[in-house]
Structures are given as C-alpha cells and as structure tokens.
C-alpha cells in the first residue's frame, strides 16, 4: 500500500529457469477508477535489464496491460502469467530499452550475462542472516494472498504468496491497511446515507 487502496507494492519472484529466476523485484502497481474494465499500471522499482521494461522509469511495455486488456484479466494474471513470458520472452521488436534488445538480438551471451549481473547487483533479497535482527523481531513479515473470488473453498484459492508480499519495509502493515479501508467504506455508507 503506499496512500490508498488503488496503490501498492508487490514483491514479484523472477520466473524459475529464465536469467531472472533469483531476482526479486518491488513493482509499484497503480489501479485505476475503472478497474477491472481499465488495465493497472505497473512498474519496476528496483532495475531491471530487459528490452521492454524501461531501465529509469521501470516503466513496462506489455501489450496485454497497455492494448489488450480485458475485464476477464486481473492482477493474478499479470503477476503468474504476463509478467513471467514478458521476462522469459522479450519482444525486441517494440522495445523501451534500445540497448537490452540489440543486445538480445545480436549478443544473446552478452544478453543473458548483463541480466544475471543486474540481477546479483539490483535485485537480490537479502538472506535472514544479513537483516537486522530487532527489526525481524518486531516486524513479521505479511504476505499478499489472492483469493479467487468465484470459489469459497480454500482449495481454489490462488496464493500470490510465493511470488508476492507487501513487503513491511516499504508499506504500512496489512492491518493497517485493512483499518483504513474500513474506516473509508464506513465514511462512504454515512454519506450515502445522508
């Protein structure tokens, strides 16, 4: 969460047996008023190599979110699906970052050894042993968990929380965030009702 509801940050797990399988990154995720039937807004906190991520602003090029977005899709998709085959396969073609996909092109080996080395230097997750240990005391991690919303059983439930976590350095805790959005829809149905 940073101010509300409609912004937050998820911490995205590269795909397995891709360049980017041990980078974690931050993307901030802007939803906008019209969501689902308008696509969400991402981007990369922490830099990316990648032809179609833009490397200063993290901004994503991803036709799926930009051109061919459908109420059908959400955020599920765009973090176990979309975001996982952009990385593993590049349009270089159409890119935001002109370098990464000459690169691609011409240099695959070069290509492959830039993105292992951004990886190892921008997005890499610090080990248990290297955080502070006070601040694991008081701080728990929480995690993000999405919830299929057409099935009440836990066994239909898509769990994000292996690929994504509101990560309690950069956001306020989810209790804090639920208060919030409780208090807002409470304020909300008073208004309504006057």
Not at 113 to 121: F, H, M, P, W
Not at 127 to 135: H, M, V
Request: aromatic content about 10%; hydrophobic content about 35%; glycine content about 2%.
């Amino acid at each position: 969460m940073v101010n509300n509801l409609t912004e937050f940050i998820v911490k995205f797990h590269g795909p397995p047996d891709s360049e980017y399988e041990d980078g974690v990154w931050k993307i901030r995720v802007e939803l906008p008023e019209k969501y689902p039937f308008k696509s969400p807004s991402i981007g990369f906190l922490n830099k990316i190599f990648h032809p179609n991520i833009d490397e200063a602003s993290g901004t994503v090029c991803l036709d799926v979110i930009n051109q061919a977005w459908t109420a059908l899709y959400d955020l599920s998709n765009v973090f176990e699906t979309f975001l996982p085959q952009l990385l593993q396969y590049p349009n270089a073609h159409d890119p935001l970052n002109g370098e990464a996909a000459r690169m691609y092109m011409h240099k695959p080996e070069e290509y492959k050894r830039t993105v292992r080395e951004y990886v190892a230097r921008y997005a890499t997750e610090k080990t248990p042993a290297d955080a502070p240990a006070t601040k694991k005391a008081q701080e728990p991690e929480t995690s993000a968990t999405w919830h299929d919303s057409t099935s009440p059983d836990d066994d239909d439930n898509i769990s994000l929380s292996s690929l994504s976590e509101i990560d309690p350095d950069d956001v306020a805790s989810f209790e804090e965030f639920e208060k919030e959005y409780d208090a807002r829809m409470a304020a909300e149905r008073m208004n309504q009702k006057s």
